[in-house]
């Protein structure tokens, strides 16, 4: 990223000022050469982010952003519902239950010490992750609302979980799916 774009605020705190539909500044933080390392994408989701209605004092970037679906990742961004905020997909997950998980193998530390390399292998050739077609489960209309409202306990439901997995997610599972009928159905063919 080019630093000529920002303003310094301090050993690692950088600000990219407000220009055209910003409502607020974006603030990045990280060292010098962390945030010449980012890519120029960065700062224009920022400057999306920014731009959103509602916003609450700035659009912010951690040291760890990197370009995402229009929400740079590590992004942070509040808005305020009576200015008319939003919840944008990007900055909770693009994807409907989005998140890090726990996985738990039941193996102690110097057990896992041994397995750690072609563990992550084969969950790596295992695990379809990023953008793509590429996965081998196929949801008809039906099934894609049924998997949208009902996210983890759905996923449990037809056999791509335990029950016992619920209990090492946020809410226990618990937590409300998106309302189907909400969700564009380019989002959907997504």
């Given at each position: 990223?080019?630093?000529?774009?920002?303003?310094?605020?301090?050993?690692?705190?950088?600000?990219?000022?407000?220009?055209?539909?910003?409502?607020?500044?974006?603030?990045?933080?990280?060292?010098?050469?962390?945030?010449?390392?980012?890519?120029?994408?960065?700062?224009?989701?920022?400057?999306?982010?920014?731009?959103?209605p509602g916003i609450v004092e700035a659009a912010y970037a951690l040291p760890?952003?990197?370009?995402?679906?229009?929400?740079?990742?590590?992004?942070?961004?509040?808005?305020d519902p009576a200015e008319g905020g939003v919840v944008s997909a990007g900055g909770v997950g693009f994807d409907v239950s989005c998140g890090v998980r726990m996985l738990h193998t039941g193996l102690g530390s110097a057990e896992l010490e041994a397995v750690k390399t072609p563990l992550v292998e084969a969950l790596f050739e295992a695990i379809p992750a990023g953008l793509g077609q590429g996965g081998g489960l196929h949801l008809d209309t039906a099934e894609l609302d049924a998997m949208l409202a009902g996210v983890a306990r759905w996923a449990v439901e037809r056999g791509y979980g335990r029950p016992q997995d619920l209990a090492r997610i946020e809410e226990l599972g618990c937590m409300a799916g998106a309302d189907p009928r909400v969700v564009s159905d380019q989002a959907k063919h997504r």
């Open positions: 990223m080019d630093l000529q774009l920002l303003d310094q605020h301090g050993d690692c705190e950088w600000h990219l000022p407000r220009r055209g539909a910003m409502r607020v500044p974006g603030v990045i933080y990280g060292d010098a050469a962390l945030i010449a390392d980012l890519d120029d994408q960065v700062a224009q989701q920022l400057r999306n982010v920014a731009s959103l760890d952003a990197h370009s995402g679906y229009g929400f740079p990742i590590g992004g942070v961004a509040a808005f």
